[in-house]
């Protein structure tokens, strides 16, 4: 099956360090891959996408992601967490098979002051 | 900016009520796509639609139907409320231009099925 997986459930980290939250994606072809991020009481937004050329992508609100094929991983980065950037995080694949997008279970993230 | 609405925030029914989310988007998307969010569950497509008047089955479609009558607007219907159907309920939509569309989602709305 054509998908992503979100290995923790839960990701704490203090105001002022790096964020990382991490992605694997199960895809035959190349990979569309997206990051969306919740805040609480909202619907989803936008932060990035990867369909091809550079590894590294950068998106809205200082995030950027890092595709790496070998490993099958498409981690979200934030080299200086905010407090404001608690939220749930989700990661989504883009499926060749039936042009559906798939998402993972979602990461909660919690930056400490 | 794109918007996407939904009717309501927070929607209590009874079991066996017949239910109607609503949703509107202002950018002339072609496709629009209704999610249902659970925790630990991530978001598990019902349906979708990439017309007026044309729908496809998502991954979860059992006990919903969708209904499209003009471009902005795509309805989900409950035919008969359960309360396994009591969870967040999120519309989106995409332009159209193919598998690498962005998609925007409405502010959800949260049902809760007694």
């Known amino acids: 099956a054509q998908s992503v997986a979100q290995p923790e459930d839960q990701v704490n980290v203090a105001e002022g360090n790096p964020l990382t939250v991490k992605c694997t994606y199960s895809v035959s072809g190349n990979p569309y891959l997206f990051w969306y991020v919740q805040y609480p009481n909202r619907g989803l937004q936008f932060l990035l996408k990867?369909?091809?050329?550079?590894?590294l992508v950068k998106g809205s609100y200082g995030f950027e992601a890092e595709f790496n094929k070998s490993q099958t991983s498409f981690h979200l980065k934030k080299p200086s967490a905010l407090v404001s950037d608690s939220a749930l995080y989700f990661c989504?694949?883009?499926?060749?098979?039936?042009?559906?997008?798939?998402f993972g279970a979602g990461t909660t993230v919690t930056v400490r002051a | 900016d794109v918007k996407v609405t939904q009717s309501s925030r927070y929607l209590v029914k009874r079991t066996g009520e017949k239910v109607f989310l609503e949703c509107v988007q202002d950018?002339?998307?072609?496709?629009m796509f209704w999610y249902r969010q659970d925790p630990g569950l991530g978001l598990r497509l019902i349906y979708f639609?990439?017309?007026?008047?044309?729908?496809e089955k998502g991954d979860i479609p059992e006990g919903y139907s969708v209904s499209r009558e003009k471009k902005e607007r795509f309805s989900l219907i409950l035919e008969s409320a359960s309360t396994n159907q009591t969870s967040m309920y999120l519309c989106?939509?995409?332009?159209?231009?193919?598998?690498?569309?962005?998609?925007?989602f409405g502010p959800g709305t949260r049902l809760t099925v007694l």
């Open positions: 989106a939509s995409s332009p159209g231009q193919g598998n690498t569309d962005t998609q925007y």
């Open positions: 639609s990439y017309d007026v008047k044309m729908k």
């Open positions: 990867y369909i091809t050329g550079d590894n």
């Open positions: 989504a694949v883009w499926r060749s098979n039936d042009y559906k997008l798939s």
């Open positions: 950018m002339d998307h072609e496709n």
